[in-house]
C-alpha cells in the first residue's frame, strides 16, 4: 500500500506541476511528511528523507520540462551558466544545512516556506521589466547560491524564486519560466546528493533508502508525476489562468498549515 501512496502522491504533483506552471516539490514534500509518518517512520528523520527524495524526483521532471522549454526557445543558456555553479554550491550547502537542524524545526520552516508562497500566489503577480540590461556576473552566480541554498533546504526545484529574480532581471515570461526549468536541475541533482550523502551514516532510515532518498519514492513518484504533468498541462489551456493561480494557492495554504501545525504540535 505504500507504493500506491507514493503513486498518488506522485500523480497529484505531476497534474499540480502541469496545471500551476511550478515544480511539484511544494506538493510532494508535504505528502511524503504524511506518508512517512502514517507508516511510523523514525520522526527524526521524516522531513529529510521526504525532502532528499523529493530533491530526486524533481532531476526526472526538470529534465522533461526544460527539454520542452527549450525546444521553444525558452531556456536563456548563457544566463543559466552563469547561474548554474552558485545554484550547485548552494544545493549542497543547503543540504548540509538541513541536515543540522531538527527534523520537527526543519518541517515548520517548509510549512512557513509553503505559506509564503502560497500568499504570493494569492495576492502578488510578477512584473516583467523588459529592456534593463542583465545584471551582473557575480550578481547572476550570488543570486544562484542563494536560490540553491534555499530550494534544497525546501526540497523543490526554486521556480518560485528562479522566475521572480529572472523576471527583475529583465527577461520575458516566457524566457523567466523555461530558464528556471533548465535551473531547477542542477539544484535537484546537487541537492539530492547531498541528502543522499549527509544521510548515509544516519542509523534510523526505513530499507530502501541510499542516505535521506527512499529509492521506491523516488521511482514511483517519478513516473506518475511524469505521465501526468502532461494531464495537467492540457488542463491548464481550458481553465482560466488567474484561477489555476488562486487555487494553487489555497493548496498550499493548507499543505503549510498542516505541517507548520503538526511541527509545533497542535495536530
Not at 543540504?95 to 512557513?112: E, F, P, R, S, W
Not at 508525476?225 to 495554504?253: D, N
Request: proline share 3%.
Amino acid at each position: 500500500m505504500l507504493y500506491v501512496w507514493f503513486v498518488i502522491a506522485g500523480a497529484f504533483a505531476g497534474v499540480s506541476a502541469g496545471l500551476f506552471g511550478v515544480g511539484g516539490g511544494m506538493i510532494i514534500v508535504p505528502a511524503l511528511v504524511w506518508i512517512f509518518t502514517a507508516y511510523d517512520f523514525s520522526p527524526e528523520v521524516v522531513t529529510h528523507l521526504a525532502i532528499g527524495t523529493s530533491l530526486a524526483t524533481i532531476v526526472v521532471t526538470s529534465i522533461s520540462s526544460l527539454t520542452a522549454h527549450n525546444k521553444r526557445g525558452g531556456v536563456r543558456w548563457e544566463v543559466w551558466r552563469k547561474m548554474a555553479l552558485g545554484l550547485v554550491i548552494g544545493s549542497l550547502v543547503g543540504a548540509g544545512i538541513a541536515d543540522m537542524i531538527d527534523g520537527k524545526a526543519l518541517q515548520a520552516i517548509i510549512g512557513v516556506g509553503a505559506l509564503l508562497v502560497a500568499l504570493k500566489m494569492l495576492f502578488f503577480s510578477n512584473k516583467e521589466q523588459l529592456g534593463k540590461p542583465l545584471p551582473s556576473t557575480g550578481v547572476q552566480f550570488g543570486a544562484g547560491t542563494g536560490i540553491g541554498m534555499a530550494s534544497s533546504i525546501f526540497g523543490i526545484g526554486g521556480g518560485s524564486l528562479t522566475v521572480p529574480f529572472l523576471n527583475w532581471a529583465g527577461l520575458p515570461m516566457k524566457q523567466s519560466v523555461g530558464t528556471s526549468a533548465a535551473c531547477g536541475l542542477p539544484i535537484a541533482l546537487a541537492g539530492a546528493a547531498g541528502f543522499a550523502w549527509f544521510g548515509q551514516d544516519v542509523v534510523n532510515l526505513p530499507e530502501g533508502t541510499i542516505g535521506f532518498v527512499h529509492v521506491t519514492g523516488f521511482l514511483c513518484i517519478s513516473v506518475a508525476s511524469f505521465a501526468m504533468a502532461k494531464v495537467g498541462a492540457k488542463l491548464a489551456h481550458v481553465l482560466p489562468a488567474l484561477m489555476l493561480k488562486r487555487a494553487f494557492g489555497v493548496l498550499l495554504l493548507f499543505a503549510g498549515g498542516q505541517l507548520l501545525l503538526s511541527a509545533i504540535g497542535v495536530i
